[in-house]
Nanobody
Framework: QVQLVESGGGLVQAGGSLRLSCAASGGTFSGYAMGWFRQAPGKEREFVAA????????NYADSVKGRFTISRDNAKNTVFLQMNSLKPGDTAVYYCARSWYSYWNSNVRDWGQGTQVTVSS
């Protein structure tokens, strides 16, 4: 069974940067689009970013557009989320997600366990 494992979360001051990683355990990401979601305490989970299998297309939530960048290294079976100019509103648990398809359509097949990102003011 494929397991998605996130890493790279932590505590950072407003205006700082973090880079999240998502790696596959027991399988690969071959052929599948990947995405990132986040969920703040007491809030609903929201979409952050997604990338197609080949990396030819990406999409972002308006709240992170211009600040976050999603990328992938298929040779290393890893997906990244580079987060710059972080704001306190970005504080949340960030989840990696695998799609059923090669292009993202918000239909999630698998979820990672999440990694905490905390941005202080």
């Amino acid at each position: 069974q494929v397991q998605l494992v996130e890493s790279g979360g932590g505590l950072v001051q407003a205006g700082g940067s973090l880079r999240l990683s998502c790696a596959a355990s027991g399988g690969t990401f071959s052929g599948y689009a990947m995405g990132w979601f986040r969920q703040a305490p007491g809030k609903e989970r929201e979409f952050v970013a997604a990338i197609s299998w080949t990396g030819s297309s990406t999409n972002y939530a308006d709240s992170v557009k211009g600040r976050f960048t999603i990328s992938r290294d298929n040779a290393k079976n890893t997906v990244f989320l580079q987060m710059n100019s972080l704001k306190p509103g970005d504080t949340a648990v960030y989840y990696c997600a695998r799609s059923w398809y090669s292009y993202w359509n918000s239909n999630v097949r698998d979820w990672g366990q999440g990694t905490q990102v905390t941005v202080s003011s």
